[in-house]
Every structure is written in structure tokens, then in C-alpha cells.
């Protein structure tokens, strides 16, 4: 024992800090792009493949990574998918058209009301994005709508918007 501990304290005492250094640099883009990798594989666009009754039996994380497939599918890149509690509003941080945008997802039976385009705006001032969105699978208020047409940055993606976009992403995969 003693003699390789010997051999590791030569092997280390050899090594300069800047060799180090470079080695972690690789190891830490390594991981980096396996993580991205990994996300990747996971909202495939295919994911967005799901009917009606699938949607509205979702949990909430899974319905995330239905609309993060719907996305993808739909040319957007996702940059996040943000931890489940403390999000700042947002659940999704996605890319496209030179825009970042904070994605507030809501799996209700009820209508969405003014407090989730409150709180993708929030998301939207937070994580720096340029607009928001907030999607469901159900619809939104009266409230809600008149809030997001004050904000031009917010679009809101009702049930109908929704299973469009999911049948767009569906086309466009099949091309």
C-alpha cells in the first residue's frame, strides 16, 4: 500500500498545474456534452406522438416533456428544462429565431387563469428571454388572454393550439 501511494505522490508532484487544468477543462466539456447528449435522446421529437386522453392523464413533469417534444419538433432548441420547484414560473427555456423563450407548462382539467401569464412573465424577466409562452392542455380565462394580449412578448398555447403544433411536429418528423 504504502509503495503506491509512493508511486501516485511521484506520479502528482510531476504533473504541472496547467496539465491539470486541461484535463479538467476536457473532462468537464465531457460531461457537459454527455448531459446534452442525454436530453436530447429523452424529447425526441417523436415523444410529441401522444393523443388527447394520453396528454390529460400526463403527470405534470411528463406533460413538460410533451411540450419540450412538441417544441423540438417544431424547430425550437431546448436550452433547459428547469428543476421542479423554485422554476422562477418557468419550466422550459427553449431557443429559436434568435429568441429564448420561457415556457410555463400548466396540465389542467380547468381553465388556466392570470396568475400562469403572470408568472411566465416573471420567468420571461428572470432567465433573460426575449418572450414567454404558456402552454396547456386545457384553455385559458378571460383574464389570462386579455393579460397576455397587454404583454405582445406572451403567446399562449390553448388545447387546440397545442394538438396542432403536436401534429406539426408529427408531419415534419415523417419528412
Same mark, same amino acid.
Request: aromatic fraction near 8%.
Given at each position: 500500500?504504502?509503495e503506491?501511494r509512493?508511486?501516485?505522490?511521484s506520479?502528482?508532484s510531476?504533473?504541472e498545474?496547467?496539465?491539470?487544468?486541461?484535463?479538467?477543462?476536457v473532462?468537464i466539456?465531457?460531461l457537459?456534452f454527455c448531459?446534452?447528449?442525454?436530453?436530447?435522446?429523452? !424529447?425526441?421529437?417523436k =415523444?410529441? @406522438? +401522444?393523443?388527447l386522453e394520453?396528454i390529460?392523464?400526463?403527470?405534470?413533469? *411528463?406533460?413538460?416533456e410533451f411540450?419540450?417534444?412538441?417544441?423540438?419538433g417544431?424547430?425550437?432548441?431546448?436550452?433547459e428544462?428547469?428543476?421542479?420547484?423554485?422554476?422562477?414560473?418557468?419550466?422550459?427555456i427553449?431557443?429559436?429565431?434568435?429568441?429564448?423563450?420561457a415556457?410555463q407548462?400548466k396540465r389542467y382539467?380547468?381553465?388556466?387563469?392570470?396568475?400562469a401569464?403572470?408568472?411566465a412573465?416573471?420567468? !420571461?424577466?428572470?432567465? =433573460?428571454? @426575449? +418572450?414567454?409562452l404558456?402552454?396547456?392542455?386545457s384553455?385559458?380565462?378571460? *383574464?389570462?388572454?386579455?393579460?397576455a394580449?397587454?404583454?405582445?412578448v406572451?403567446?399562449?398555447?390553448?388545447?387546440?393550439?397545442?394538438?396542432?403544433?403536436?401534429?406539426?411536429?408529427e408531419k415534419?418528423s415523417?419528412?
Amino acid at each position: 500500500m504504502e509503495e503506491i501511494r509512493k508511486t501516485i505522490s511521484s506520479f502528482l508532484s510531476n504533473i504541472e498545474l496547467s496539465t491539470v487544468l486541461i484535463i479538467l477543462g476536457v473532462l468537464i466539456i465531457l460531461l457537459s456534452f454527455c448531459r446534452w447528449i442525454l436530453i436530447k435522446m429523452k !424529447m425526441t421529437p417523436k =415523444n410529441a @406522438d +401522444r393523443t388527447l386522453e394520453q396528454i390529460d392523464n400526463m403527470t405534470g413533469a *411528463q406533460f413538460e416533456e410533451f411540450v419540450a417534444a412538441v417544441l423540438e419538433g417544431n424547430g425550437y432548441e431546448i436550452l433547459e428544462m428547469t428543476k421542479t420547484t423554485g422554476d422562477f414560473g418557468a419550466d422550459i427555456i427553449a431557443h429559436r429565431n434568435e429568441e429564448n423563450f420561457a415556457i410555463q407548462c400548466k396540465r389542467y382539467a380547468k381553465p388556466v387563469g392570470v396568475k400562469a401569464v403572470q408568472e411566465a412573465i416573471s420567468a !420571461m424577466k428572470h432567465y =433573460n428571454c @426575449d +418572450r414567454c409562452l404558456v402552454v396547456t392542455n386545457s384553455r385559458f380565462t378571460k *383574464q389570462a388572454m386579455e393579460l397576455a394580449n397587454d404583454n405582445e412578448v406572451v403567446g399562449l398555447w390553448d388545447r387546440n393550439f397545442l394538438v396542432y403544433m403536436r401534429d406539426r411536429a408529427e408531419k415534419q418528423s415523417k419528412e
